[in-house]
């Protein structure tokens, strides 16, 4: 691995490495962009839906929109593994930015209708779908073997202060600069995003399969999964905590803040900002103690911890005690993301490394059915009652997956 003239030590030492710095600080600003865009797009909605029995289900359908062609992942992991990884990751990013501008200048026109916003989200959304496999590849890519649990949990630990540093401005420049100032930013962080992977010097792993089409390279990527129990079992708890997990913070808590406190945007950003810095104090630990063993059965705990914190939140009442769940559901969260890719990179041939997380990133899909259920759930039985059901719904599921899948639990 090529060096940066940067000294650093203890966990952090990898990012000494130039070509993971580089693939580590573009999903960083990716994160800052994500971050601020969602919250933002959410909170926007909402504004304009006031007043609409609508409301809440749109609040979920904007979430929805940007991933409902998530199904093309099966295509971007393939292709990202024809293609120049790194090129491909710049090329996505500067759409994204791209986009951003676009409603920059709708918004500054007074010209923004909702349906705008809803295309937009859905475009960046696509842009995503094919720079988020490809830029996980290329962290895996740039670290020997053995350190993929340490570099996911860098990774993830980017994107958890992205997240805190995100929803931190997110609202307050809502309330100060209006949306238009805060896209405005936005599209700064995705071109910081896409500039980054420019200066990568990294090829992609060499495969015996780099003549074969597309659609056999993707069933070639379907039948070393499926042959496999570690990676499928990992995608299948990979769907199943975007059913349930993440439309808790995603979608159910901004409405939560709108509806049930009533808080300005300043106000809900900061309170999933105390998610955020549970998230991100997690990847800071699992960083310094990671480890090979028992990846799976820390998955499996991980999501247990975390959907028992959904449970909680939606009983308590006291304002400081959500901050400590709050706190605890981050933690757990980032786990569970650390070790999902940490068996799905770690277990797996680096020339199948784009297929295999274009399926994680199709793992995302239900995603959108979920904020759409937790949505329209919020509306007709109030949204601590769609938080209970989806925390009970996620442990009754990760407990079938460890009971059909053997292999997850004892690994």
Known sequence: MSKLNINVSGPLKLLGSKNYFCIWNSIFFTGLANFTEQFVAIWLVLELSSGSKWALLLGGGITATRLMFCFLSVFSGAIADKVSRKLLVSSMQFVAAMLSLVLVALLLADALELWHLFL????????????????????????????????????NGGRNLSMVLGLLFAGFMFDVFGPAGTFLVIFFFYAIAGISPLFMKIVNPSSMDQGENILKSIGNGFKYVSARQILWAALLVAVLINVTGFTFHQTLLPMFANVVIESNATKASLLMMVFALGAFSGSLIIS????????????????????????????????????????????????????????????????????????RTLAIYPHALGSLFSGWMAGEIGVASAVAINGVLGIFLITIVSLIAPQLRKN
């Open 120 to 155: 937009i989200v859905c475009l960046t959304g696509i842009s995503r779908i094919f720079e988020m496999p490809t830029a996980q590849a290329l962290a895996g890519d740039s670290v020997p073997q053995q350190e993929i649990p340490r570099a996911m949990a860098l990774v």
């Open 288 to 359: 310094t103690f990671s480890r090979n063993q028992r990846q799976g059965l820390m998955l499996i705990i991980a999501v247990i911890v975390w959907h028992s914190m959904m449970i909680l939140f939606s009983i308590i009442t006291t304002f400081e005690i959500w901050l400590m769940i709050l706190m605890v559901a981050g933690f757990a969260w980032a786990t569970t993301l650390i070790k999902i890719q940490s068996l799905l990179l770690g277990q797996s041939d680096p020339s199948y490394r784009g297929r295999i997380q274009g399926l």
